[in-house]
Structure formats: C-alpha cells, structure tokens
C-alpha cells in the first residue's frame, strides 16, 4: 500500500496547465503527518530513467527545480492540509510522463532530487501532453 498519494493528472494540450497534489493518507497520524517531511517529485518518461524534477522542504522555505522544468513548473505546500502541490504550466509533450511524490524525513531545512534520500512514495499519476 502507498503511503502518499497523487491527484490531478491527466491529459492537456501543449502549453496547457494541470496542478498535481499529493497527500498522505497512508502515514501514521497525528504524531506523523506529511508536515515532518520534504516532499520532491519525481517523473518516469516511457524508456526513460526516472527523473528527480522538484522539491521542497518541510518548512516550504527552500524549494529546488530540475532544468528542464524551471521557470514553468511550482512547487508549494499546505501544511494546514497536509498537501504538497506540483503546478505545472506551460506543458510540453517531452513533460508526457508518471509523475510521483515522495517523502524525505531526513532532510532537515533543504530538500533534495536524490531518490533514494525518500522512504515513502505514491503509486503515480500520469501526464498526457499532446495534440
């Protein structure tokens, strides 16, 4: 079973917008909720390595983009809700992928790409950019 969840994908037209979210239903609560976490997010491209593309601390005061994503995608959190965010803008159909959040306890006060800093993940939600 997952421990997060992601929400909000689907199919869009070259320079379209979605906005992915991600929660945690699975993580024990309230002692342990998705607040304690920096949350990145990662993509799978068909015959593509997995590619770590944004995150964001705990806090949500440091925030971290890969290239080929910087400047049309934003990340952001509600911590109130217990929500991660992932606003995607001006889409293209190279950003045609599985789009999946994890949750990283490690990191105090940054965040990072490297998967393998994450111990929790979603079961993925994917992103159509086509005509």
């Known amino acids: 079973q997952s421990q997060l969840v992601e929400s909000g994908g689907g199919s869009v037209q070259p320079g379209g917008s979605l906005r992915l979210s991600c929660a945690a239903p699975?993580?024990?609560?309230?002692?342990?909720?998705?607040?304690?976490?920096?949350v990145a997010w990662f993509r799978r491209a068909p015959g593509k390595a997995r590619e770590g593309i944004s995150c964001i601390s705990s806090s949500g005061s440091s925030t971290n983009y890969a290239d080929s994503v910087k400047g049309r995608f934003t990340i952001s959190r509600d911590n109130a809700n217990y929500t991660v965010y992932l606003q995607m803008n001006s889409l293209k159909p190279e950003d045609t992928a599985v789009y999946y959040c994890?949750?990283?306890?490690?990191?105090?006060?940054?965040?990072?790409?490297?998967?393998?800093?994450?111990?929790?993940w979603g079961q993925g939600a994917q992103v159509t950019v086509s005509s």
């Open positions: 994890a949750a990283d306890k490690t990191s105090v006060g940054f965040c990072t790409l490297m998967a393998a800093m994450h111990e929790y």
């Open positions: 699975g993580l024990a609560a309230p002692v342990v909720t998705l607040d304690y976490y920096a």
